[in-house]
Nanobody, 124 residues
Framework: QVQLVESGGGLVQAGGSLRLSCAAS????????MGWFRQAPGKEREFVSR????????YYADSVKGRFTASRDNAKNTVYLQMNSLKPEDTAVYYC?????????????????WGQGTQVTVSS
């Protein structure tokens, strides 16, 4: 069992930055690949980024590539999402999720545990 708690969301102007954190409980954090997803009102949950167990492999959605950076600190049981050059279309609730599988997957249904989400609002 893994419990995930996101933090760091807020209101920011376009072009600004935010850093999201996702703290995990339990001693098995390093056994999970971690994903970031987001969901805007009226839209489906969409993949943002995935970072492997060691942090050595990181994947991004095309929409955030070059602007967002995922990282993790297994000693602190925490995964991060640094978001730069934010755009109004980045406005959404952001979720972190844990996946036991090694295979890269952008489908939310593949992930085993989810946080409660944190709101990110980017004003124009």
């Amino acid at each position: 069992q893994v419990q995930l708690v996101e933090s760091g969301g807020g209101l920011v102007q376009a072009g600004g930055s935010l850093r999201l954190s996702c703290a995990a409980s339990g001693r098995t954090f390093g056994s999970y690949s971690m994903g970031w997803f987001r969901q805007a009102p009226g839209k489906e949950r969409e993949f943002v980024s995935r970072i492997s167990r060691s942090g050595g492999s990181i994947y991004y959605a095309d929409s955030v590539k070059g602007r967002f950076t995922a990282s993790r600190d297994n000693a602190k049981n925490t995964v991060y999402l640094q978001m730069n050059s934010l755009k109004p279309e980045d406005t959404a609730v952001y979720y972190c999720a844990a996946d036991r599988a090694l295979i890269m997957n952008t489908n939310p249904v593949a992930y085993d545990y989810w946080g409660q989400g944190t709101q990110v609002t980017v004003s124009s």
